[in-house]
């Protein structure tokens, strides 16, 4: 069957606070007409998960479309639909965002009174986006402006073969010492990854993955709320400075310690998912 | 609970009647901030109650975008004529009540309706 994509795009006029959400309610609702009329869209899996996969979307561009209009000048709102996923692109030429951490740090906000006072400004937004969407690439250039990606995955690619454990479990089986505290540890990890360069984290560890490395300093947490890393299991029991203790427990990530080195604990791991 | 027994409870008027009426809410959800509301109500199919003190358009771009049926406005807040006819275009009933948003909250939840299920992620 051919593949068919679709393309919609909406412009976005900054402090326009009167149609805020009105790109993605349109978007929306073309999106929607291609699920019930077009054969293509039709027949894939979406028609079971439609309505979750339109809201989680919907959330997304919302958001997306809510930042251009509280930040930026003026924005460009980009749909790709096809058969697998659907994608959304969100550039916009405005101050860009000085500080790209402090912007995923939840409760950050730098909107202004207007946006505070229609409900928007919450500083949860691109958090939002993160949690939500499947992929997100975020690009700033201060002074010139920002540029958002992010995707929705069709419901059932997104769940084969992977196995939820509770990080609870993962201390207890794997006899770990618990540095930080007040943290969740009802949450559920489905995946590992194991490096030292924390580029490579960036690049190629899962989102919402378990992490285990030997680096210790305050970066690793950055990393971490970058990648929605849960729980960060250090090996061979390195020490770990008071500030990166702290850090992670403003930010809810876990730090769990191991006397064993880094192969030993990734072969536990390993067994760990395995089993399940 | 039915939107008529809302009505009752929170002693609330109709400000828009267009949309399903005899839908059955088990659950709500309150909040003034609508990135709030984006995130919690993310994954239930069940129909959910909104009740903000917002009177923007906003809330009922969030509530078309969440699939909720209806919104209650609290503290008996005048509600513009575009948030209502927006409200109108898209089927999403308005009501208005005078009690606070506590109160509101109390005596639904005591008449039996529930928090909002999310997930926590």
Sequence with gaps: MAEKIKIFQFPIKGSDFDHIGNATIETRKLVKIAFEKEECFKNTSFSDS?????????ICAYEAEANVIIHAHYGLFKTILCCKKIKGEVIDRGPGI??????????????SETAKSLGFG??????????????????????????????VWKAKDNEIGRIAMKIKQIIKVLKLELVTKNVDMEK?????????????VLAKAGNESTWLTVQTNINIIGVATIKRIP??????????????????????????????????ISGKLYELFQKE | MKIKTIIDITKAETLQKNGT????????????????????????EEPVLLISGITDQSVVRTAIILDIPAVLVVR?????QKTIELA??????????????????????KEGLKGAPWQKR
């Design chain 1, 188 to 200: 559920e990890v489905k995946s590992a990854y194991s490096c030292d360069l924390l580029s490579n």
């Design chain 1, 98 to 111: 000085p500080s790209i951490l402090n912007a995923l740090t939840p409760g950050f906000s730098t909107a």
């Design chain 2, 88 to 109: 109108k275009e898209n089927n999403i009933i308005m009501l208005r009540t005078h009690y606070i948003m506590f109160v509101t909250c109390g005596l639904l939840y």
């Design chain 1, 50 to 58: 439609n309505r979750d996969f339109l809201r989680r979307f919907g």
């Design chain 1, 122 to 151: 919450a500083g949860v937004g691109l958090n939002n986006i993160q949690k939500i969407a499947d992929f997100t690439m975020l690009h700033s250039e201060k002074g010139k402006g920002t540029s958002l990606q992010f995707e």
């Design chain 2, 21 to 44: 009426t005899d839908i059955d809410i088990k659950y709500a959800f309150a909040a003034d901030l609508m990135s709030d509301t984006l995130f919690i109500i993310s994954r239930e």
């Design chain 1, 231 to 264: 729980i960060i299991i250090i090996a061979e029991n390195s020490t770990i400075p008071r500030q990166t203790i702290v850090k992670a427990e403003e930010n809810g990530i876990i730090i769990a310690k191991g006397k064993e080195d880094t192969f030993t």
């Design chain 2, 76 to 80: 008996g807040k005048t509600v513009p």
